[in-house]
């Protein structure tokens, strides 16, 4: 089927209520190129609801040309959305041609009927954004559009399916499937020929045999090939086949596809946990959000692509895709680089969360959806796990385990191949009994910090005192029957439960599909100790957009006659700023942390906190990690007392100031692989070591910039392809002369692009900038900053950056075929 990106020539604009409308007050249209969020370049107000990041809703109308040449007479056309949030209604030259409330599935719009070949032909799309989510969802057709055209007898696009039922070592039952629609006046024996090709582009295997199928029929064919010496998919070697598809008739071409697919064997059980291939395999997870922090909920191929990159490069192996469907671009990176996926259906069944979410459409559409999203998954060797839902308000509840096992069944009619999982909120599945615990719970008292351990610890204890109500009785008896239809049962916040679950029901497989991030070394702990338990999923890996500031800390005694503290962030927080990676791709310490918490690193890993705020009290929730800064550049501070937070995997951690010793602190798993130091900020190195008895096993330093700052520019990548999709990400750092940060001298960053592309986003993850991402402008934050270039063509893209007190600096980029 030929695939044509349909992503430029749109315009956009935002509507007015119908009856203004009427009365001709109409937004002119922008143009764009998709994808495209319209929400991420609209003003935020203080009057917005916080879990949006204050961006408001609205309306979204998208236009575009099409026009197809006279041979396309005859033809199938379809058009293909990768996804539009939300809402979305498709017109073709007036006609309403389709309708999808998801704003999270792809679909496919048979089109040919309402086209005029030969004349231009009006493509309209209107989003909608109705207030209608717990974090910012963007809005807009924020995935790719693609144009399919075939002839009447054709292979039907999303229906390649290839499962491997048998594997051993010498052969593998590779199980092909195609479905061929004939929408000719004609009969037709039409041949598929089906070829299984390895990563060198040689077949090992194939076959081939006539379709025949009548007017209006749609056929499957199914076949059984088999590859000897299999090659298998690994996280740690993501081998990948192609499978080749061509259907022919007297020799003449009528139709091919290709579709890539790993073979792999997967299973579980409460002994020996999840095995990959036959060896265990732990998770090490990151929950993650679908938008991409300067580019809103837009979805780039090469943004999805980074995003994997560095939460690999972080030490995780598997991504939760919360809580909705992951993008077809962040599925082709993870099979490509070996990361596990849990991918996710919804975050509402038939009773609300928010007003006007998907609720009101689940009865009608949740058939449709769980379709759509397993027959993207299905060719993916990376999805190892299909969560049917998360925190569930009715899954606690007979008529909520109804529609839980249906939906589970409808899975594993799709595909029974993988594992069907379900994220549970103990809260949720405890009712109003456990909801009075809770609230009870909370009238405590939140431990002080102590001189060992500090906030993050008094976080984690009171994360653990939450926890502790997990153990409740009635979340046993009332998620008993949720569980039953599961093959791992999904714990949000219960890892009290692990232990007790073990005894109680000896048949049952955990997964933490999510954990608070202060928590990861006795989660991991956890994890290692008990088989049943498969791993940890994270909250979160990735920060990002919406509900802000839930892992903010406060300072300051909190004032009795407000009441208590608000979960969310007061504008202008924009992030949630609890994701070990920030908006722009940098890791935060508790990344660091987790990565030592793994036992894959063995360096200690110093941070500083903020000396503007030494001493104050602090408050926060149990995502916040401490507020503190890799860096030793505090200007303005010398001679003021700091804390020193260090993390190391050794007995012990050691902190020198210019060469000269504070002294020695326990740390390692038995100290929470954790120590801090009190000091005064002094310039020059500042260096932690780690020790096991009288053995260094790492150490290292961090050094204060001095001099003139200097504006340093980095490119990821110094080639780009020049299509849709593909992006470079400019890092823009204050320095010295001998790169060390000047985090304390942040300043305004301007940004210029000449050549075939441009300036597509520009900003910082501070969490709460109110700058906005579209401007030529930005201030950097703890000395960072970050552009993103969108090539137009072929040829050398120069961006050149500028700041006060810098000399202007640039990075080139080839932009190539």
Sequence with gaps: MRRVSLNDGWAVRQKENPFAERFGVVADPVPVTLPHDAMIGTERSSSARAA??????GVWEYRRQLELPAEAAGSSVF?????????????VNGTLAAH????????VVEVDHLLRVGKP???LVEA???EDSRWYAGAGIYRSVWLLQAGRVHLSPGHLRLLVPEIDEQVAAVAVSAEIRNLSIYGSSAVLRTELVDDEGSVVAWDEAPVTTLPGDRATARRRLYVE??????????????CRFILSDDGEVLDEDSTTFGIRSLSVDPTRGLLINGAAVLLRGACVHHDNGLLGAATFDRAEERRVELLKAAGFNAIRSAHNPMSKPMLAACDRQGMLVMDETFDMWAEAKSEDDYALRFPEWWEVDVEAMVRKDLNHPSVILYSIGNEIPEAGRPHGARIGRAIAEKIRSLDDTRLVTQAI??????????????RTGLADRVPEPDEQTGVNTAMTNLADRLNNLMISETIARNSVETISYLDVAGYNYMESRYELDRELYPNRVIVGSETHPAAIDTLWAAVRRYPHVIGDFTWTG?????????????????????GPPSFLGEFPWLTAWCGDIDITGHRRPQSYYREIAFGRRTDPYVVVRRPQFHGQPTGGTPWQWSDAVSTWSWEGFERRPVTVEIYGDGDEVELLVNGRSLGRRPAGPNHRYRAEFETEFEPGLLEAVAWRGNEELGRMGLHSASGPVLLHVRADRPRIAARPGDLAFVDLTLVDERGALYSSADRPVRVEVEGPGVLHALGSANPTGEEGFAGPTCTTFDGHALAVVRPTGEGRIIVTASADGCQPQEVTVDATA
């Design 542 to 562: 990735w920060d990002y957009l919406g509900e802000v500031g839930i892992g903010r800390t406060e300072y300051g005694e909190p004032d009795p006659s407000a």
């Design 229 to 242: 010496n299999p090659h298998r998919w690994d996280p740690g070697d993501p081998y990948l086949y192609s």
């Design 52 to 57: 949006h990041a204050f961006f408001s809703g």
């Design 100 to 107: 999808r409330p998801s704003g999270y599935s792809d679909f």
């Design 128 to 130: 909608r954004n109705h």
């Design 425 to 438: 909120s103990g809260l949720l599945a405890g009712g109003p009994e456990l909801i009075d615990e809770l």
């Design 79 to 91: 058009l293909e959305f990768d996804g539009v949030y939300r809402d979305a209604r498709v017109f």
């Design 121 to 123: 032909n009006d493509l």
